[in-house]
């Protein structure tokens, strides 16, 4: 039903097969041993297999009320009725294994074959019952390769402003599925762009240049492991276009977690500060003494070198397919290596000092917001050479910053 039909006739692995039955749902619940009630008020029973592995069966409805972000439905209708409130053509395909054939009332195959995204009957009426099918006309768009029918993409635009209405949950979903799922984001998010759903989303990206977009195509790391991986730096990756104070609204706005707005704002934040001065030297061929890497690895974190790396050149690539200037690869790649050997062998950090603040105290600088500065002064000197990174040096010079400091 609906999506693994659809990705089957496409050749497509599809992990769970979503099943259909004019069965109610306490029906449904009664002829197998193992249920889960996952979203019974829509229909939808979970039935355990022998191996524990959840199969969703879903009752054939239909909606009775819609306010374009939540429907209340109604059993005891058809297949085809079922199939009627589906959102794509090729998603409203049904496969009967007891007839062994296929229902496909709304010609979702020919669909297929023309590499085409369709809306089920009258555009602007299915966008009008849920704004969300909009965002996902793109994504399924831009994942197969498909054009989108004229009529559906005007419908498309004329939602556009109406997606303020959704949920940041739903959206936030609908950005991670782009993220996860198409090869070549960009052409996703160039339609997010030209239909003004950004513009209603997130006006700060309403007209982001390309080549903040191209950059999420550069970052394509396989394999089912690495995909939050490949989520986040996509996400950075589009956030670069952003400031350092918006890139973190606009993930807090659509309710994204702590601990992502912590490192995609990092990273975000890291590109912003060294980007124009990494990508100024590399093109222009200035000497990079390593004083300046250490100050670049202090600043972006010792343990967020290698996602900057890549991040570094995803914006490379990305300014290239633009037709900006942009450094090669291999010129970056150089100097990634040095970054990396350079943020585990030297110290970039007052956790990396040989001298702490007790050490301090006993030398005779007062506890308080001075000894804080004065370390941060060390890291800034040990940073321009890291053999002062001895008790003896460092203690003289923290002397000197706190007597500077007072006067
Ligand atoms: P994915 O690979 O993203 O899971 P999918 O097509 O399986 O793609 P689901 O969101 O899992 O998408 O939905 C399963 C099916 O339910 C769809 O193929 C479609 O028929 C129907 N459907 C899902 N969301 C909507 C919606 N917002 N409006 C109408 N029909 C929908
Ligand atoms: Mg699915």
Redesign the pocket.
């Known amino acids: 039903?609906?999506?693994?039909v659809?990705?089957a006739l496409l050749g497509i692995d599809?992990l769970d097969w979503?099943l259909a039955t004019s069965a109610r749902p306490e029906v449904v619940r009664k002829l197998f041993r193992r249920t889960i009630p996952v979203g019974i008020q829509f229909g939808t029973i979970g039935v355990l297999d022998a191996n524990g592995h959840m199969h969703e069966v879903t009752t054939f409805r239909r909606d009775v009320h819609t306010d374009g972000r939540h429907a209340q439905v109604e059993f005891g209708v058809s297949l085809n009725d079922d199939l009627a409130?589906?959102?794509?053509t090729i998603?409203?395909i049904a496969w009967d294994p007891i007839a062994e054939r296929l229902h496909d009332p709304f010609d979702g195959q020919g669909d297929l074959e023309r590499a085409l995204v369709r809306a089920v009957g009258d555009a602007d009426a299915r966008f009008e019952e849920?704004r969300?099918?909009a965002l996902?006309a793109i994504?399924f768009a831009a994942r197969f390769g498909f054009r989108i029918e004229p009529a559906t993409w005007q419908g498309i635009c004329r939602s556009a402003p109406h997606l303020g209405r959704l949920s940041a949950e739903r959206v936030k979903q609908e950005l991670e599925?782009t993220m996860e799922?198409v090869r070549r984001p960009s052409t996703a998010l160039a339609l997010w762009r030209e239909s003004g759903a950004f513009g209603t989303l997130i006006p700060a990206l309403a007209n982001v240049p390309d080549r903040y977009l191209l950059a999420t195509d550069a970052l394509a790391l396989p394999g089912p492991r690495t995909r939050p991986l490949r989520r986040s730096l996509r996400i950075a990756a589009l956030l670069c276009a952003l400031d350092g104070k918006a890139a973190p609204r606009v993930l807090r706005d659509l309710k994204f977690s702590n601990l992502d707005i912590s490192t995609v704002g990092a990273l975000v934040n890291a590109w912003r500060t060294l980007g124009p001065e990494i990508t100024d030297r590399l093109l222009t061929g200035a000497p990079m003494p390593d004083a300046a890497l250490r100050r670049w690895a202090a600043q972006i974190g010792r343990l967020r070198v290698s996602a900057f790396g890549r991040l570094a050149s995803a914006m490379f690539w990305g300014a290239d397919a633009a037709g900006e200037p942009a450094p090669s690869a291999s010129r970056w790649r150089r100097v990634y290596r040095r970054l990396v050997t350079i943020a585990f062998r030297d110290p970039l950090d007052i956790a990396d000092l040989a001298v702490d603040g007790d050490d301090l105290r006993r030398a005779g600088i007062p506890h308080g917001p001075m000894l804080g500065r004065v370390l941060q002064g060390l890291v800034a000197f040990v940073l321009d050479d890291p053999t002062r990174n001895v008790p003896d040096a460092l203690t003289s010079e923290a002397l000197r910053l706190a007597s500077a400091k007072e006067s």
Not at 1 to 4: K, S, T
Not at 85 to 88: A, M, P
């Open positions: 039903m609906g999506g693994a659809r990705d599809h979503d409130r589906r959102d794509f998603n409203a849920d969300l099918r996902r994504r599925k799922q």
